[in-house]
């Protein structure tokens, strides 16, 4: 597999990461979460009832895992590997 490079684009209180795929750029954000869902990982796509605070990131809508202490690294990786397999399709064989 192709290795992707994720461009973190800001920092906000050391907390905070909004990470950009380049590969999915052109896709809305409703686009990736339908697309996450068909590949069985559940995700939040839109403003998230926080336009002020998505905007500050540049962007009208986002796509927000929801990743807890009981999430495992299996759950991480599945989700890098769905967002790979997006991407891939994205680009044609």
Not at 4 to 17: D, K
Not at 49 to 55: G, M
């Amino acid at each position: 597999m192709e290795t992707r490079t994720f461009t973190a684009l800001c920092e906000r209180a050391g907390r905070w990461w909004t990470i950009r795929i380049p590969q999915l750029e052109g896709l809305t954000a409703q686009e990736v979460g339908a697309a996450l869902d068909r590949e069985g990982i559940a995700v939040r796509a839109g403003h998230h009832c926080a336009q002020p605070a998505v905007r500050c990131f540049g962007v009208e809508n986002t796509v927000r895992p929801s990743l807890a202490l009981y999430n495992t690294k299996g759950d991480v990786d599945a989700l890098v590997d769905a967002l790979d397999r997006i991407a891939s399709a994205r680009r044609g064989p």
